[in-house]
């Protein structure tokens, strides 16, 4: 068990017979406090939103890893409405409000939808460099050690699953006003990866590899009054020119817009892609000045391991985004917190280190729960409408019907899987099939591509 001051100053002996397996003291607690350490490597979403959640625990040290405290991570930006209930999420950090959404086919077939949103309902746009600072700097006014740094390595003790044996993590540490960092080493307890589709903790943890998607984004500055049709409004554009495997949007931000796409199956014409969707927006950016240009990858599926001894991964790094519309922002925020609320309590006030099994079966098997069904209903809508042209044309017309429109947007803005009516239920996939039959009759064949050595690349 952990030592405590009461326990030093009352001299209990049993505090100093030699401890085995979990019950070891370990190497990083403070010689004053003896609290465990709690690492959250990463400082988005995810890592914010757990190292918030550690922070408030008294008996345990927080400290959360950021590499660029200032960093725009480069994101379509789109949260859902409960998002911002539930992680308390203030006007100031929404720069849109989307109530309509404009769908355009490969032929250009448009549907409008969102005539099912209720008054109150909308889908937040956000620019990360403002929604990441605002949740980091709550976490570290709940009391987490903010740490300006790069984590390098971190040396992982061979029997860390039977014992308490610390972990190491070799970090450079940068300061304002020098681009070199500095060497340094601390030891923690338990680690959260919070580090994105390239996290260097799951590489070091051996969580295995997963395949990804490419998103490409230019965020484009337009004239007052082209934005004033992005006022509400978003576009996703569907086409094997602008993707054969995803879709091309337009997103509103403040004072812009961000446009872009992305791929698995053919990432190095990704930049063929973002020219087509800028093509086929036309005249609603045009003249516009390209103020920025991102690029990330996007997991495509969960890590074979998302736990390894004390380490868990969460958010990209754990693999959490959907297939078929791309959202990480919330499944990135929702795993950090369930992960860190899980291994809080496995913690029992800072009295426990809580081993592998004890966090598969809490935090790893609640959040499958949760939200497997959604990731694996999103799997097959993209497996069946995002493959080619028909299958396309097929998706924007079924997007008339006011049934999809309610069950999509429900589903979105809830993060539940919604479509309770067999009635409507059974209707709806007589339509999908007579929309296919016809999707495919009007289509355009996909444009041939070969990339089988790129096609294998993991990360």
């Not at 960093?71 to 006007?91: H, R, Y």
């Not at 978003?234 to 446009?259: C, I, N, Q, R």
């Not at 809830?414 to 039959?437: A, M, R, S, W």
Request: glycine share 8%.
């Amino acid at each position: 068990m952990k030592l405590t001051i009461a326990s030093l100053i009352l001299g209990s002996a049993a505090a100093f017979q030699p401890h085995t397996a979990l019950n070891a003291v370990p190497k990083s607690s403070s010689a004053l406090d003896m609290k465990y350490k709690v690492a959250v490597v990463g400082g988005g979403p995810s890592g914010a939103c757990a190292a918030e959640i550690f922070a408030q625990e008294k008996n345990i040290d927080t400290v959360m890893f950021e590499r660029k405290m200032d960093n725009a991570k480069p994101c379509g930006g789109a949260i859902p409405l409960c998002m911002v209930g539930e992680f308390d999420i203030p006007e100031t950090v929404v720069d849109r409000k989307v109530r309509k959404m404009n769908l355009i086919s490969p032929t250009g077939v448009e549907v409008d939808i969102g005539d099912t949103l209720k008054p109150n309902e909308y889908i937040g746009m956000c620019r990360r460099e403002i929604m990441d600072k605002y949740l980091r700097d709550r976490a570290i006014e709940y009391g987490a050690e903010p740490i300006n740094g790069l984590v390098t390595s971190i040396d992982i003790p061979a029997n860390h699953k039977q014992t308490e044996e610390p972990y190491t993590i070799n970090y450079m540490e940068f300061t304002e006003g020098s681009s070199a960092g500095t060497p340094k080493t601390m030891d923690v307890d338990v680690i959260v990866g919070a580090d994105g589709a390239n996290s260097r903790v799951a590489k070091c943890m051996d969580a295995g590899l997963y395949n990804f998607a490419i998103a490409f984004q230019e965020r484009i500055k337009i004239s007052d009054d082209k934005m004033k049709f992005y006022e509400e409004m978003a576009e996703m554009y569907v086409g094997d020119d602008v993707s054969p495997d995803f879709y091309g949007w337009v997103f509103p931000k403040y004072d812009h817009v961000g446009v872009g796409t992305g791929t698995v199956v053919n990432r190095p014409a990704i930049k063929q892609y973002q020219k087509a969707i800028r093509e086929r927006a036309g005249d609603k950016i045009a003249g516009g000045k390209i103020i920025k240009v991102e690029a990330h990858p996007i997991p495509e599926h969960y890590r074979p391991r998302r736990v390894q001894g004390r380490i868990a991964l969460v958010g990209d790094a754990a693999g959490y985004v959907t297939k078929c519309s791309g959202e990480g922002i919330y499944f990135a925020a929702k795993s950090g917190r369930m992960a860190a609320e899980s291994i809080v309590q496995l913690m029992k006030g800072g009295t426990h280190l809580p081993t592998q099994a004890e966090i598969e079966k809490t935090y790893i098997k609640e959040y499958d729960g949760l939200y497997g069904p959604t990731y694996t209903v999103l799997d097959l809508l993209q497996k069946v409408f995002y493959t080619n042209n028909g299958a396309r044309e097929a998706f924007v017309e079924l997007c008339n019907s006011k049934y999809v429109q309610q069950v999509t947007f429900d589903s979105y803005l809830y993060k539940k899987v919604q479509g309770n009516n067999p009635l409507d239920d059974l209707k709806l996939l007589g339509e999908t099939i007579g929309c296919l039959v016809k999707g495919y009759a009007v289509a355009k064949p996909d444009q041939e591509f070969s990339n089988p050595v790129e096609s294998q690349k993991r990360i």
